[in-house]
């Protein structure tokens, strides 16, 4: 998540254009998008899309009327219009993708109450856009302990200012319904602004703060995914994953969203897949079906007697005997259909590219000489020359 120009240097800290997620090129930012349209004309005649993307505080985006016709670009920093007073945001999108975004979040272009651009931040404008970023911090842990000394059950995890510093957005998780009333007359009169509260979910939270995931790479919630879909223990089960909530939940205490990914997969392949609870009808006993791979196409039974010893079957092989057992017959045993004793064919690499050795440039070793015959050899020859 890190640009060319964004990246971090060897003391940790961002080299290039130094803004560490906010540089004009937008490849830094969280939910970023590629502009493929940016290198291409538009037709005679037709007059550029008049609807912008502005970006604000972590992952939250908005759709701006460029009424104006101001020359906007990707990165620039613009003033635009809020309930009272302006924000400040930075541009992320132009021209014709705004209207396929505008589309996906089901947002109608012609919408005369879309907001509007104003004007390109002034450097004023940036000056106290910055300066009530730097006091977020400080205020997120104030409003924190005024919070806990009401007994509030709720957790601020952010808090958003406005550009122009009139208004403070306070981001909150909670499990039950809250009386903040009294909280937000303490704030307002301790930090000399509005305040508006605004309830998120949990998943909601994980996307604005970010992370690392279990995989090692950054939590897609706050990369590239947008939406939410609900995620069940069906899907854990389909996938024949072990029930374990410290292994399913990701960082939010939810199912983790990557659970859907393969899910499609997995169902399509179930299809032509016999049923985990099968019962197959032997002359030595009833087999029950233990466990069931669909990659390998194999399925595990053992018998009711002995339900220590597994025989694997083929998918086909067990398909042929559930049609022989709605013929009300049974097959002899399960050994007939095992496939314990068929031998897989390892796969052994072969050199088909022609690499040659690692060792080719490696000096040969000199034998050494033994000392130790050398010696013995030399009164043997001086005994032999008298």
Not at 30 to 36: E, G, I, R
Request: charged share 30%.
């Amino acid at each position: 998540m890190g640009c060319s120009s964004c990246s971090t240097g060897k003391d940790g800290q961002p080299r290039g254009c130094k803004n560490n997620g906010t540089c004009g090129t937008d490849g830094c930012n969280k939910l970023t998008v590629f502009d493929w349209l940016s290198n291409m004309s538009l037709p005679n005649g037709q007059k550029p899309f008049d609807c912008v993307e502005v970006r604000f505080k972590n992952s939250r985006k908005e759709f701006f009327k460029n009424a104006d016709n101001l020359p906007l670009a990707i990165g620039d920093v613009v003033a635009t219009q809020a309930k009272s007073g302006h924000d400040v945001g930075i541009v992320t999108l132009t021209g014709e993708l705004v209207k396929v975004q505008m589309k996906k979040k089901k947002v109608a272009p012609d919408d005369n109450e879309i907001p509007k651009v104003y004007r390109k931040a002034s450097q004023r404008d940036i000056d106290i856009w910055q300066k009530c970023r730097d006091k977020e911090p400080e205020i997120q842990k104030r409003s924190r302990e005024i919070a806990i000394s009401l007994k509030l059950q709720m957790k601020l995890s952010d808090v958003e200012f406005q550009g122009d510093g009139s208004k403070a957005t306070f981001y909150y998780t909670a499990e039950d319904r809250v009386d903040f009333r009294q909280l937000i007359k303490d704030m307002a009169k301790a930090f000399g602004i509005r305040i508006e509260m605004r309830q998120i979910g949990y998943r909601q939270e994980a996307q604005r703060l970010g992370g690392i995931g279990s995989c090692g790479r950054e939590l897609c919630c706050s990369t590239w995914l947008t939406d939410f879909r609900s995620v069940s223990t069906a899907s854990a089960r389909y996938q024949q994953l072990a029930l374990n909530p410290q292994k399913l939940a990701g960082q939010c205490g939810k199912l983790k969203c990557c659970l859907n990914y393969e899910l499609d997969m997995y169902l399509e392949a179930l299809k032509n897949f016999p049923p985990q609870d099968s019962k197959i009808m032997t002359k030595k006993g009833l087999a029950f079906c233990q466990k069931a791979d669909i990659f390998k196409e194999t399925l595990w039974f053992s018998y009711k007697d002995d339900p220590a010893t597994w025989h694997a079957l083929g998918k086909d092989h067990v398909l042929e005997i559930l049609e022989i057992n709605k013929k009300n017959e049974k097959i002899e045993s399960l050994e007939e259909y095992a496939q314990d004793n068929v031998s897989e064919e390892k796969m052994v690499f072969e050199n088909v590219v022609g690499q040659d050795s690692l060792t080719r440039f490696d000096r040969p070793r000199k034998k050494k000489r033994n000392n130790k015959k050398r010696r013995k050899n030399k009164p043997n020859a001086s005994s032999n020359a008298q």
